[in-house]
């Protein structure tokens, strides 16, 4: 059995009722979001340190609907950089055991 989901009303996604299947789709998934928190985190440093946001980086953040988030995302970013050896992905092993 298997269940559909509808996302913006014309894609569908199956679900598996197959647990391996499942297992193996929810870990996909936070080794995409774990790189994408990264990013993000990143490029809100980047924003800040450079002064790139006219007229502040916290009216900019309000802009991107991201304020609440910010400092959380860059201490994110500052904590993996510290500990990802230069040229790893945080996507490779052994970062997303």
């Known amino acids: 059995m ?3 989901i509808k996302f913006g009303g014309d894609v569908s996604n199956e679900l ?3 647990l391996v299947v499942i297992t193996s789709e929810i870990n996909a998934y936070q080794r995409v979001a774990g ?3 990264f ?3 990143k490029r809100l440093k980047h924003v800040k340190e450079n002064g790139l946001a006219r007229g502040g980086f916290g009216k900019w953040l309000e802009s991107v609907s991201i304020q609440r988030q910010a400092q959380r995302l860059m201490k994110v970013q500052r ?3 510290q500990i990802r050896p230069r040229g790893r992905s945080y996507l490779s092993e052994p970062y997303m055991k």
Request: hydrophobic content about 25%.
């Open 39 to 41: 990013e993000i985190g």
């Open 16 to 18: 598996s009722d197959d």
């Open 79 to 81: 904590s993996l950089d």
């Open 2 to 4: 298997t269940t559909t």
């Open 35 to 37: 790189e994408a928190i």
